[in-house]
Every structure is written in C-alpha cells, then in structure tokens.
C-alpha cells in the first residue's frame, strides 16, 4: 500500500500502520491537481508496477475482499479497467429553472406505471470506492478503459464521505460494517482508564479553605457499572506525576466501585505486570489513555481510546478518538463502543445482515 502525500503528519501516520508514502511534488499538489495527475506522477517513479488499485480515503467501509475479488477481475478474468458500484433506488428528474416554465421530464420511470421499490432492481452508479486500472490506461490519461467491468458493492459498503453531514452517518456505518482486522473483536475483559484527564477533565479546582476538588460526569461513573455488569472489570491508573493527588483519587474510585493503581511510574511494564497476574493478554485489554506515558499501552492493547483533546503522539496510536472531552462523557461513550464490540464478537454473522427480501 503506497500513501501519496505532500504532509509531514499524514506520511508519518501511513508508515506507523505500514504503508510506503511517496512524496508529491509541488507540482501535483495543488487544490487544482487530480487524483490522475498524482497516480501518473507515482508511476514515472515506479517503472515496476503494473496494475493501480486507487482508493479513495473518503470510503470508509471497504473491506480486503473487496479488492481481491476486484482485482481478480483483471489478473484471471482478462478486464482491463474495473470501477466499484452501488445500486440505487431513486427515481431521477431532468432539471429545470422555474422561470422557463417547463415541466420536469422523469429520467428513469414510466409515471403512469410508478414500481413499487421492492419491484425495481434500480440502477447502477459509481460510488467512488476504487478504481483498478492497468498502467496504460493511467500513462494514456483515460483515453481508452479497453475491457471494462463494474464490481457492486453492497449499500451498507458504499459509504462515501464528500461533505460534513456525511461524517455522523460515515462513523455510525463504519461502527456496523467496516473492517477490523482479521480477528473478531475482543470481549475486552479489562478496561484500564487514566484517571486525570480521561475520567477527569484535569482541572484541579480549589475551594476558599483550601480543599481541592475535581468534577466528574455521572454518564462516566455509569458506564464503569454498565461495564461491570457485562464483565469488564475497570481500573483507574495514574502515573507518579498526576494532578489528582492521591487521597481525591481513592475518593473517586471508591466512589466508581472500582480499583485504583497510583502512583505508577512507568504503566506499560505495570500493566504487563497485572496482565500476567490476570492471566490476560493485550487482545483482551481496553485502554482510554491521553499523556505520552500512555502511548505504548495504546499501542498495544485490543482497543485504545483517547479524548478529542488527547496530543497527537497519544492520537496517532489510538483506534478510537471520542467525540466527548474528558471528564465530561469521554469514558460513557467509550464505555459504549467496547459493548458494541462485545456484542458484535458473540453475535451470529447473520444478526449483523440485511433481509433484502424483506427490506
């Protein structure tokens, strides 16, 4: 997998999860340059490569298969050219302005004999997810596609990100059906939360004696019970240098129901530590995390969170970034995904599928 880019952080990310970045030049980095220009550029500098298998960044549900079986149809079936599709349902009317005083023309229906949805096979449209071309066809700029051939896709795959209202509705798709790995998703037998800053907001507030004081959500406190009764246990965990000083910290975990590590110099070994104690493994280990001493836990356990205000470096590793700050819903909405996960994992393939007959 090549990632084409001119941005230090995205080329950076790419090669943290594996892939090979070229550089773009100036020249195909333009708000004006297309996708062609760059894949063009990419092939003078790539003499070897034979086939393109472009993929817009901007499909979020598209699995490995859906490439193999795409690219099947050029190495076994003989296609030259494949693009993916979808099939939709919507009936289409020709435009017009209402000063010029004329009716709309349907495009695709008989109004007199209007089908019924479930009657219609629809039509196929382009949906953007990829495109596999042999080289020629990119050096020549699309003159001629040769043997061409569509690969459909299925609705709930075609998700296509093109304005901001597509992103709640992207992130929601992808929830139920995007790809995660090989692996069915973990059970996730133990969460561990970083205390300040991720059920905390890390603010320290101090009252006119002098106590010092710290806000918590109950949406928070909530999910550890929701968490609990689905056989999670949770951990608080606060490195040697939290704000949260210690007897406040014992506070609120009590007060969570739940235990507290403290004062833990250096998590990863700590938490390998309790892993083999448990007798767990990273697959079955849930983090929400937000300093730099948490980066390697991130890094490894089954499924790492952090809060919008999480720094890049903590980001970065992270398969979940929640849309609630710290201390402030954060954890509930993490807590939330971890059981959909868990659902997902001791479900039947079938229960995540639409009824097409009875759509």
Not at 158 to 174: F, K, N, T
Not at 241 to 251: G, I, Q, R, T
Request: net charge negative; with cysteine.
């Amino acid at each position: 997998v090549w990632v084409s880019t001119d941005h230090d952080e995205i080329a950076r990310v790419a090669k943290l999860w594996g892939a090979q970045v070229i550089r773009r030049s100036p020249e195909v980095s333009k708000d004006s340059s297309s996708s062609l220009e760059t894949i063009q550029e990419f092939l003078k500098l790539r003499p070897e490569v034979d086939i393109v298998c472009h993929i817009q960044a901007t499909s979020p549900c598209l699995h490995p298969y859906h490439i193999k079986e795409a690219l099947q149809m050029i190495t076994d079936e003989g296609y030259d050219y494949v693009f993916s599709v979808v099939r939709r349902h919507q009936f289409r009317w020709s435009e017009v302005k209402r000063e010029e005083g004329k009716n709309p023309t349907a495009l695709n229906i008989n109004t007199a004999k209007r089908p019924r949805r479930q009657d219609w096979p629809g039509e196929i449209c382009e949906n953007g997810s990829f495109y596999f071309s042999k080289r020629e066809i990119l050096e020549n700029g699309y003159q001629q596609l040769g043997r061409t051939v569509y690969y459909e896709m299925l609705p709930e795959h075609s998700v296509d990100i093109d304005v901001d209202i597509d992103w709640p509705v992207a992130e929601e798709r992808v929830l139920r059906f995007g790809y995660f790995g090989l692996e069915k998703p973990g059970e996730f037998r133990l969460l561990l939360c970083s205390l300040s800053g991720c059920l905390t907001d890390g603010k320290i507030y101090i009252s006119v004696s002098g106590e010092e004081l710290v806000s918590t959500n109950h949406r928070d406190l909530t999910a550890i019970h929701m968490l609990q009764s689905e056989n999670t246990e949770v951990i608080l965990i606060a490195s040697s240098n939290d704000s949260v000083p210690k007897a406040l910290a014992e506070k609120l975990a009590q007060r969570a129901g739940c235990t507290l590590m403290y004062g833990v110099e250096h998590k990863l070994p700590e938490v390998e530590r309790l892993m083999k104690e448990k007798g767990l493994q990273w697959k079955d280990i849930a983090y929400l995390g937000t300093d730099m001493q948490d980066v390697d836990c991130l890094a490894r356990a089954g499924l790492s969170g952090v809060p919008p205000c999480a720094p890049a470096a903590a980001v970065i590793p992270a398969k979940y970034t929640c849309h609630n700050p710290a201390g402030r819903g954060a954890l509930w909405e993490f807590a939330k995904y971890i059981l959909m996960l868990k659902k997902k994992a001791t479900s039947k393939p079938e229960e995540d599928c639409i009824d097409r007959m009875n759509f």
